[in-house]
């Protein structure tokens, strides 16, 4: 079975996400799909100005789907 990961940037200060941004690359397990969405949100938020991060309250959020039900 494979998976598709599905991310989202939101900002809690004002509790909206972004549309989702669905990865194209399938991967093999669960495992994999979760590891790939920490990785994403790590690079994309460390990418991203401090005070922004802080000011607007931002982090990611996501799920893996089974790629037949996406």
Known sequence: MKFTLIIWVCTFLYNECSPPIQH???????????????????????????????????????VCKEADSV
């Open 24 to 62: 194209q690359k399938l991967y093999p397990n669960w495992k994999q799909c979760v590891d790939a969405a920490y990785d994403y949100s790590i690079t994309f938020l460390t990418q991203q100005n401090i005070e922004d991060v802080n000011n607007m309250k931002l982090a990611t959020k996501f």
